[in-house]
């Protein structure tokens, strides 16, 4: 009988991704419910240490695999060692971060392991023993509650959204063989951005510009604001579109679903499909000079105004309240 | 080259989705369907890699009578020929049992590299192309920006938070396709009139080996939580008077800065 919650731990250049720790938490919470044990799974080379600190966050066991061959990360070397481990000890529930490196895991994983998996979610819960899970689908246009009736029961669960609890357990550190074979894929390069950039999947706080924004030269105004409060530029489809900003900022149906602390709308009307990638952000704040847009309808704070006066001003605000 | 391109019908990103009194689905009358935008990627990509290097494309969808206008989509865009999987045991099938699907359909046809989208805008759910690689044992790349080919080596980037890796490997392959791999072309006028004489071949489970047995379901559909009223900020006339009204607001009230 599978048994126990499981989660697959994140790392990237030798430190633990935060969402490694959103993840444990939950484990926790729910192989507390279902009395039952937490392990980890850890692939990387020269990883173990970062076992301890997921012992904080209420790992019981820590399953690393250290290989020079998992580093940095590929599809089938981690897909391959993770899906052995968790053959072998059968767990009821498996967590992953649905992270870009997480996202691209668990479905090589549900694949491996021939199972059912809710993508994305923003929450969980057992029910009569079982995993429950909620997700937005349509990009938030609905949610679903999913059950799987396969083991492991997987789910890869939204960043930013699970809180974080401390909760030391033993953590005790079991190493496996990854069981790889000839490497299929292998990383050749890997392209850094900008230092420092946050990417508006992983932020607390996001600062969006659309069509309003009149052109690339107008973001400097909110990548001022971002600056001041650790926060990422995202941006409409109108805008990516245009080619005023990257794609991998584009937030909405067609680009990335986020659900961050506070959202701010600058010069976006509110089309359906941005609604849907943004409306599950804690705080909306819409900044727009059109009153009807429909982004005032989804907004706690609305500003009807000329954003070229008003960011501005809330950076000055801001800087105020920060001094 | 032997390409295949994956695609799905799914509803135009404009939709309104309402959900079924009973939570049993959703409401699907009214609703204008389109090729899922990601897949449009695989497609253009497949038919851009056509054109280079010779073969031939085939499309293959899963989905009711209605997914023929979307693989004729496809065919007018420039692809040879299509296979569409109708079978009622599969309009509700998860991604493993859709992958399987696939699997079972693209057995019987030659190919040398599988395009998808990374998900589709309407499941969400980002696994199927993951899954028809693994079931099928050859590698994958997923949310693909940019690939390059050259023989049998393969060269796709797929960007991560932060950073882009360039991934290697080799045919044959499953790529998923993300926005930034390419402008997917419009179809022609006599595209679309060429694409109503290439062949689709419409086949049933049973023809494929499938039985549509889902690992997972959606026991429920809901809306999505309502969001209660907000206010528009008008303490003070000026552009200055509603942002500091605002910087007010998020630090004393919803505490987030």
């Known amino acids: 009988m599978a048994k126990g919650v499981w989660i697959v731990a994140e790392q990237r250049d030798g430190a633990l991704r935060k969402v490694s720790f959103e993840l444990a938490s939950t484990a926790r919470k729910l192989a ?88 994305d979610c923003t929450d969980v819960k057992i029910a009569d023993g079982k995993l429950c899970a909620i997700r937005p689908m349509y990009a938030g246009k609905c949610f679903g509650e999913i059950v799987i009736d396969a083991f492991p029961q997987m789910a890869s669960l939204r960043p930013n959204v699970f809180p974080i609890v401390e909760c030391a357990k033993a953590g005790e550190v ?34 969006s510009g659309g069509r309003g924004m009149k052109g690339p030269e107008g973001y400097g105004i909110l990548e001022e604001l971002a600056g001041l409060l650790g926060a990422a530029v995202g941006a409409s489809r109108a805008a990516v579109d245009a080619g005023w900003r990257p794609q991998a900022d584009q937030v909405g149906q067609t680009g990335k679903v986020v659900s961050p602390n506070l959202y701010i709308a600058c010069g976006i009307s509110g089309a359906i499909q941005h609604l849907a990638g943004m409306s599950s952000s804690k705080y909306i704040v819409a900044i727009n000079k059109d009153a009807e847009a429909p982004i005032f309808a989804r907004a706690d704070y609305g500003i009807v105004d000329d954003l070229f006066k008003v960011v501005p001003a809330l950076t000055q605000e801001v800087k105020k309240l920060l001094a | 080259m032997n390409i295949v391109a994956c695609v799905k019908q799914v509803p135009d990103t404009e939709a309104q989705i309402k959900v079924k009194g009973d939570g049993s689905g959703i409401e699907e009358g009214g609703i204008k369907w389109v ?223």
């Open chain 1, 174 to 207: 079991v190493k496996f063989d990854a069981g790889l074979g000839e490497a299929k894929t292998k990383v050749a390069e890997v392209l850094k951005e900008a230092a420092g950039k946050i990417d508006v999947a992983e932020a607390n706080i996001i600062v």
């Open chain 2, 35 to 257: 090729m899922n935008p990601y897949d449009e990627f695989g497609v253009e990509e497949a038919l851009k890699l056509k054109e280079k290097l010779g073969g031939e494309v085939t499309i293959i969808s899963m989905g009711p009578a209605r997914t023929m206008e979307t693989i004729r989509t496809a065919l007018a865009m420039g692809a040879e020929k299509g296979i569409q999987i109708d079978d009622p045991a599969l309009y509700n099938a998860d991604a493993y049992a859709t992958a399987e699907a696939l699997a079972a359909a693209i057995k019987g046809v030659p190919y040398d590299i599988i395009f998808c989208g990374q998900r589709a805008i309407d499941d969400d759910s980002a696994q199927v192309g993951s899954i028809l690689a693994e079931l099928l044992g050859i590698p994958q790349v997923t949310f693909a920006t940019k690939l390059e080919i050259d023989g049998t080596a393969v060269k796709a980037t797929r960007p991560i938070e932060g950073a882009a890796v360039v991934v290697a490997t080799s045919l044959p392959c499953v790529i998923t396709a993300t926005k930034g791999l390419n402008e997917p072309r419009y179809a022609s006028l006599p595209g679309i009139m060429k694409a109503k004489k290439k062949p689709v071949d419409i086949k049933k489970a049973a023809d494929i080996g499938v039985t549509g047995a889902s690992k997972s379901k959606v026991a429920k559909f809901t809306p999505p939580p309502a969001r209660p009223p907000g206010k528009i900020l008008c303490a003070d006339d000026t552009p200055e008077g509603k942002a500091a009204e605002l910087a007010k607001l998020l630090r004393e009230e919803a505490k987030v800065i």
């Open chain 1, 32 to 119: 507390d419910q279902l009395g039952e044990e937490v392990g980890a799974v850890l692939c990387g080379s020269g990883v173990e240490a970062m076992a301890a600190e997921l012992a904080k966050y209420g790992v019981d066991k820590v399953y690393v695999a250290d290989n020079a061959a998992l580093e940095p990360y590929t599809t089938d070397a981690h897909a391959t060692a993770v899906a052995k481990i968790v053959k072998e000890n059968d767990p009821a529930i498996l967590f992953l971060g649905a992270s870009a490196q997480g996202k691209d895991l668990s479905a090589s994983l549900v694949g491996k392991l021939a199972t059912g998996m809710a993508t």
